[in-house]
């Protein structure tokens, strides 16, 4: 089974800051990787497929990078709305989800 | 546009079952590869089962013998029947519909199944 890892757990960031969160892949997965934001008690959401292709809709402060084993996905300018749990989803093999990095308030 | 809604949650004792349904709209279930996610409270997401287009299905180990996905077409309706529940099964269940096969790109809002004495 592939297993993804994600870091930092939680994140502490203030609004206007670059962030970015890294998620390795125990074995290379090319550039098969998705981004997900989600909110509390809400369903995740698509921001980021293919390792970095932005989903239609998402805003462009979003990117995302890296093929293999190491990932990133960056958001360049942190807005209010921003504040949620990140997962990154591999799909070279099934599917497999990181442990998620929250980013919160500072 | 596309649209899902989960259904058939609650409260179960160990070792009881479940089925819990997930009605689409905008396209046909099995036109799409179709898959359940679950987050058990407080922590992350974790991949269950599959249905392809063709009609194969896929488990993850945890709930592979104890787990059935299926769908009606005419009712454009997908299943996971949960037989033999354990605690360790107490989530937010998904389906979500699977994005050229690949990443997941619709998400219904979820079901809660709780699995307590």
């Known amino acids: 089974d592939i297993q993804m890892t994600q870091s930092p757990s939680t994140l502490s960031a203030s609004v206007g800051d670059r962030v970015t969160i890294t998620c390795r892949a125990s074995q290379s997965i090319s550039s098969w990787l998705a981004w997900f934001q989600q909110k509390p008690g809400k369903a995740p959401k698509l921001l980021i497929y293919?390792?970095?292709i932005l989903e239609s809709g998402v805003p462009s402060r979003f990117s995302g990078s890296g093929s293999g084993t190491e990932f990133t996905l960056t958001i360049s300018s942190l807005q209010p709305d921003d504040f949620a749990t990140y997962y990154c989803?591999?799909?070279?093999?099934?599917?497999?989800f990181g442990q998620g990095t929250k980013v919160e308030i500072k | 546009e596309v649209q899902l809604v989960e259904s058939g949650g609650g409260l179960v004792q160990p070792g009881e079952s479940l089925r819990l349904s997930c009605a689409a709209s905008g396209f046909t279930v099995n036109s799409k590869y179709m898959s359940w996610v679950r987050q058990a409270p407080g922590k992350g997401l974790e991949w269950v089962s599959v249905?392809?287009?063709?009609?194969?299905?896929y488990y993850a180990a945890s709930v592979k013998g104890r787990f059935t996905i299926s769908r009606d077409n005419p009712k454009n309706t997908l299943y996971l029947q949960m037989d033999t529940l354990r605690p360790e099964d107490t989530a937010v269940y998904y389906c979500?519909?699977?994005?050229?096969?690949?990443?997941?790109?619709?998400w219904g809002q979820g079901t809660l199944i709780t699995v307590s004495s």
């Open positions: 989803q591999q799909y070279n093999s099934y599917w497999t």
């Open positions: 979500a519909t699977l994005t050229d096969g690949n990443y997941f790109g619709y």
């Open positions: 293919k390792a970095s």
């Open positions: 249905i392809y287009s063709g009609g194969d299905t």
